[in-house]
């Protein structure tokens, strides 16, 4: 009977036989795999000796086998791992020594060893496909693809694995879901900003309508007001004065009564003339019956009384006929213009300039004070609140963009400012207006003034119109892309943006009235289309140059749209870049 300590000794020795017979055939492998070996030498069924050559047409394989992007494995039935290349190895991050031997189940994710389990004990299939994770060395379980095949040898089964790593293709599956969430939601940001912006358009122009509507109201309000202190309080108080007067008339009344009655008269006088300065303030009595140009003289010698000398300089003798809404927010412009010159720059002197130019009335107030920041105080309200100055500017250029208008701005710092209110004339004739065009000649600008331009906002433009610009006439039926068009060209001094239309009829009935010589004309509106409308320009307007735009430039779109009559067909992405440069070739191109 063998006792326990002659058992574990058996054992032992058993162990350390088993583990010399694995490194040799670690050794083994390891010289196969490396190509040192090219033959085996094995003792043959009749005791005899058997050579195994490993060259010729098996190195190529074996080659390939190790040197494969993929993982490659075999297993014996049991799922021990019998092989394997160098990529399994490095994949799963186990020296090799300690690969060759292991379970393959072991490697397998806890979640997923029945799986394979059942796959590789399976007697029906041949081969099997399954995705899984394998556990790695140092813990982190990776995506692989497992692509196996039955394989028998003898009596020996074999499973030879392909094990690929899918975490490449998962990234790039999580990066493609990823782009198309993304799409979707740029698609939907997109949609919910084009949304937001044309409410915020929408609301914009509501609450300038309703500015204009209380703007127009104010000053009816004022009118009537003016006119009840004028008929009824002015009316009392010179009637008490002329009744004061008759009984100074009187004879034998006392001297003290006398001097009483001077005193009240005195006191009736200065009620009657502070009477008539509300009145004057809160309109001016002569807009309606002496004109516009009369109102601002007298609007200059009131100014007096804030210490302010005003000049009115004009180019023709002729006054300035308006409609009276019109003439009345333009004077309150120009006197609320001189109160911020009076209270704020510390300035002495004002020149107001009235000047026509093509079809439009430009009124510039100027005086060399202070200056200021034109971007803080034409935005209307400052850091703490809102500031008297800033929203008086802004309610001055939302009234006027309410009449169609503009207030442009240029200031700087101790070099003064320069504010110009720019009003459309429309249907005004040249005979109500005086002369226009070249023959109007602009006020002499000193040095100092054309030295303004460091503190110039975004409705600045050159005091000094060119000689000649060119007129333009935008069509498009997106609000924000006139708007993008418009703030290209207005940079540029030689091109004046003569106005704006939605569709093919408006730019028609637009051309009539605002005579532009190049019209930019969008394809796809609604009512009339780019080509149907560049068609009628070209038929009744001959003088008149059309350059097509369009998201689509070129095929059967760019053929229609010339032939149609246009000069040419510019993408809506190249027209930042290319509208100046093309309208000027097209200037350049026309018979002279």
Same mark, same amino acid.
């Given at each position: 009977?063998?006792?326990?300590?002659?058992?574990?000794?058996?054992?032992?020795?058993?162990?350390?036989?088993?583990?010399?017979?694995?490194?040799?055939?670690?050794?083994?492998?390891?010289?196969?795999?490396?190509?040192?070996?090219?033959?085996?030498?094995?003792?043959?069924?009749?005791?005899?000796?058997?050579?195994?050559?490993?060259?010729?047409?098996?190195?190529?394989?074996?080659?390939?086998?190790?040197?494969?992007?993929?993982?490659?494995?075999t297993l014996s039935r049991d799922g021990t791992i019998a092989y394997c290349n160098r990529q399994f190895v490095d994949l799963i991050g186990t020296p090799l020594e300690q690969t060759i031997g292991m379970t393959f189940l072991n490697l397998v994710a806890a979640e997923d060893r029945l799986q394979v389990e059942m796959l590789l004990n399976q007697e029906r299939d041949?081969?099997?496909?399954?995705?899984?994770?394998?556990?790695?060395?140092?813990?982190?379980?990776?995506?692989?693809?497992? =692509?196996?095949?039955?394989? =028998?040898?003898?009596?020996?089964?074999?499973?030879?694995?392909?094990?690929?790593?899918?975490?490449?293709?998962?990234?790039?599956?999580?990066?493609?879901?990823?782009?198309?969430?993304?799409?979707?939601?740029?698609?939907?940001?997109?949609?919910?900003?084009?949304?937001?912006?044309?409410?915020?358009?929408?609301?914009?122009?509501?609450?300038?309508?309703?500015?204009?509507?209380?703007?127009?109201t104010e000053q009816r309000e004022r009118k009537r007001m003016a006119r009840e202190l004028h008929d009824y309080p002015a009316q009392l108080l010179a009637l008490s004065i002329m009744k004061l007067a008759q009984i100074k008339q009187q004879k034998g009344i006392p001297p003290i009564i006398t001097d009483l009655v001077y005193k009240v008269q005195e006191l009736i006088?200065?009620a009657l003339n502070y009477t008539r300065t509300l009145v004057s303030d809160l309109t001016p009595p002569m807009l309606d019956e002496v004109g516009f140009l009369s109102a601002l003289r007298w609007l200059a010698e009131q100014m007096q009384r804030h210490q302010l000398s005003v000049t009115i300089e004009m180019r023709q003798e002729e006054d300035i006929k308006l409609?009276?809404?019109?003439?009345?927010?333009?004077?309150?412009?120009?006197?609320?213009?001189?109160?911020?010159?009076?209270?704020?720059?510390?300035?002495?002197?004002?020149?107001?300039?009235?000047?026509?130019?093509?079809?439009?009335?430009?009124?510039?107030? /100027?005086?060399?004070?202070?200056?200021?920041?034109?971007?803080? /105080?034409?935005?209307?309200?400052?850091?703490?609140?809102?500031?008297?100055?800033?929203?008086?500017?802004?309610?001055?250029?939302?009234?006027?963009?309410?009449?169609?208008?503009?207030?442009?701005?240029? =200031?700087?710092?101790?070099?003064?400012?320069?504010?110009?209110?720019?009003?459309?004339?429309?249907?005004?004739?040249?005979?109500?207006?005086?002369?226009?065009?070249?023959?109007?000649?602009?006020?002499?600008?000193?040095?100092?003034?054309?030295?303004?331009?460091?503190?110039?906002?975004?409705?600045?433009?050159?005091?000094?119109?060119?000689?000649?610009?060119?007129?333009?006439?935008?069509?498009?039926?997106?609000?924000?892309?006139?708007?993008?068009?418009?703030?290209?060209?207005?940079?540029?001094?030689?091109?004046?943006?003569?106005?704006?239309?939605?569709?093919?009829?408006?730019?028609?009935?637009?051309?009539?009235?605002?005579?532009?010589?190049?019209?930019?004309?969008?394809?796809?509106?609604?009512?009339?289309?780019?080509?149907?409308?560049? =068609?009628?320009?070209?038929?009744?307007?001959?003088?008149?140059?059309?350059?097509?735009?369009?998201?689509?430039?070129?095929?059967?779109?760019?053929?229609?749209?010339? /032939?149609?009559?246009?000069?040419?067909?510019?993408?809506?992405?190249?027209?930042?870049?290319?509208?100046?440069?093309?309208?000027?070739?097209?200037?350049?191109?026309?018979?002279?």
């Open positions: 009977m063998i006792n326990e300590s002659d058992a574990i000794e058996e054992l032992r020795r058993e162990n350390e036989s088993l583990r010399i017979r694995l490194e040799e055939v670690t050794e083994v492998l390891t010289a196969i795999r490396g190509g040192a070996v090219d033959a085996l030498v094995v003792e043959g069924p009749d005791g005899g000796e058997q050579v195994f050559t490993l060259d010729g047409a098996y190195r190529p394989y074996r080659a390939f086998v190790e040197s494969m992007n993929e993982g490659a494995v041949n081969s099997l496909r399954a995705e899984l994770l394998l556990q790695q060395a140092y813990g982190t379980a990776i995506p692989v693809r497992l =692509s196996a095949r039955r394989l =028998s040898e003898k009596s020996a089964i074999y499973w030879c694995i392909i094990v690929t790593d899918l975490r490449g293709e998962k990234l790039q599956h999580t990066l493609r879901e990823s782009e198309g969430r993304l799409k979707v939601f740029a698609t939907n940001l997109e949609q919910r900003v084009q949304e937001r912006t044309q409410e915020l358009i929408a609301s914009r122009e509501r609450l300038r309508a309703l500015a204009n509507e209380l703007n127009v006088v200065e409609p009276g809404e019109h003439a009345l927010l333009l004077f309150q412009s120009v006197r609320e213009l001189l109160i911020n010159v009076s209270k704020h720059s510390g300035a002495e002197e004002a020149t107001v300039s009235l000047y026509r130019y093509d079809d439009e009335l430009r009124i510039e107030v /100027k005086d060399s004070g202070a200056g200021f920041d034109v971007f803080t /105080k034409a935005g209307g309200v400052k850091a703490g609140g809102v500031n008297g100055v800033n929203f008086g500017l802004f309610s001055i250029r939302e009234r006027m963009q309410a009449l169609g208008g503009s207030l442009e701005l240029e =200031s700087a710092a101790e070099q003064g400012t320069r504010a110009t209110l720019v009003l459309p004339l429309g249907e005004v004739s040249g005979k109500e207006l005086g002369v226009r065009g070249e023959e109007a000649k602009e006020p002499e600008i000193s040095h100092k003034a054309r030295g303004m331009s460091a503190g110039r906002s975004e409705y600045a433009l050159p005091l000094t119109p060119p000689a000649s610009r060119v007129r333009v006439l935008l069509v498009d039926d997106h609000a924000m892309v006139r708007q993008g068009l418009r703030s290209v060209l207005d940079g540029y001094a030689d091109i004046e943006v003569v106005g704006e239309a939605s569709n093919g009829e408006e730019a028609l009935a637009d051309i009539a009235t605002r005579q532009p010589e190049i019209v930019v004309m969008d394809i796809n509106m609604p009512k009339m289309n780019g080509i149907q409308a560049t =068609s009628a320009i070209r038929n009744r307007y001959p003088d008149v140059t059309v350059i097509g735009l369009s998201v689509q430039n070129g095929g059967e779109m760019q053929q229609a749209m010339l /032939k149609a009559g246009a000069s040419v067909l510019l993408s809506k992405e190249a027209a930042v870049d290319q509208l100046y440069e093309t309208i000027q070739a097209v200037q350049k191109a026309l018979p002279t």
